[in-house]
């Protein structure tokens, strides 16, 4: 009988996280498909869409725009947990 390869799981991709609405599936295979390196896992979050707050808006309590802000913020926070914890670096070191 032969000897089993072990496989190292791929590295994450430090480099791009490709977050994208959920309801838009084929967009995220199309990115991550351009962003795909060998060996490499990309980070893809598929969250909900949420209303962007234009400049000079009010955010009165409980308005659009105010729960968007909320649902914006725990996503963030979600997607920052989950790279910390896949063992990316600080988000705010990532290239612009």
């Known amino acids: 009988m032969g000897s089993a390869k072990t496989h190292e799981p791929p590295k994450l991709n430090e480099r ?3 977050i994208v609405d ?4 084929s967009l995220a295979a199309l ?9 490499t896992y990309l980070p893809l979050f598929l ?6 707050v234009q400049s000079g808006e009010e955010l009165g309590f409980m308005s659009e725009a105010y729960v968007a802000e909320l649902m914006a913020g725990q996503d963030s926070v979600f997607i ?3 790279l910390g914890r896949m063992g990316a670096p600080n988000i705010s ?4």
């Open 80 to 82: 920052g947990n989950a």
């Open 22 to 25: 959920r309801d838009a599936t």
């Open 47 to 52: 969250l909900r869409r949420v209303h962007v």
């Open 93 to 96: 070191s990532w290239p612009d």
């Open 31 to 39: 990115i991550s498909s351009y962003l795909f390196i060998p060996g």
């Open 16 to 18: 791009y996280a490709c």
